[in-house]
């Protein structure tokens, strides 16, 4: 369910494209897809949840949530578990 809309940016002149944020997004639908070019594109910004865990496993600080309001809607140990439900 959409908690917050939030405004995502990659950073391309610092993305590798090594897709992590694409893999660990904890979101339900998942905020990030692969694009056709192999950056990851911000396919659905609603869903996010401000769980930070994109950010962490940026290993270039090339992701910008640019109206983040600083806060954890979840925190990260029930953001992981919540990623596995969506899994299964
Ligand atoms: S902060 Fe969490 S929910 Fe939002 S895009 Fe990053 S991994 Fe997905
Ligand atoms: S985790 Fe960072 S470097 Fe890797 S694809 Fe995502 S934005 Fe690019």
Redesign the pocket.
Known sequence: MPVQT?T?KIRVDRCKKCLN?VR????FD???EEGPDGYPV?AR?E?????????TVCPTNA?V?ENYRKTML?NPDE?IVQRYRNMI
Do not use: D, R
Not at 24 to 27: H, I, K, L, P, R
Not at 49 to 54: D, E, F, R, S, T
């Open positions: 939030v995502i944020c660990v997004c904890t979101a998942g905020v990030y911000v910004p869903e996010c949840v401000q769980c930070l865990i994109c950010h992701i949530h979840i953001a």
